[in-house]
Nanobody, 123 residues
């Protein structure tokens, strides 16, 4: 099992920045990579970014490319999402997830999930 705990969410004005963190514990050595997803009210959960441990390859949704950066400190078992240039459309609950199979943009490819952290961007 892998346990994930997100932090760093909050209220920010449009154009501002936030950094989300996701602390991982348990059998983290079984994971192939991790990702961030988000879910806005009344909408389906959507992919934001992911990182594959092999080669440290990163992937981004088109909507956040150039604004968000995913990174990880494996020594600390922590995943990050640096979010710059935030827009009201970025308002959502952000979830981190870990996969033991493959890094994709599909949430059903991820085996473990955190409880989520709220990000609210005011206009």
């Amino acid at each position: 099992q892998v346990q994930l705990v997100e932090s760093g969410g909050g209220l920010v004005q449009a154009g501002g920045s936030l950094r989300l963190s996701c602390a991982a514990s348990g059998r983290t050595y079984t994971t192939y990579g991790m990702g961030w997803f988000r879910q806005a009210p009344g909408k389906e959960r959507e992919f934001v970014a992911a990182i594959r441990w092999l080669g440290r390859t990163t992937y981004y949704a088109d909507s956040v490319k150039g604004r968000f950066t995913i990174s990880a400190d494996n020594a600390k078992n922590t995943l990050y999402l640096q979010m710059n240039g935030l827009k009201p459309d970025d308002t959502a609950v952000y979830y981190c997830a870990a996969t033991t199979r493959r890094v994709t943009s599909k949430d059903n490819d991820y085996d473990y999930w955190g409880q989520g952290t709220q990000v609210t961007v005011s206009s």
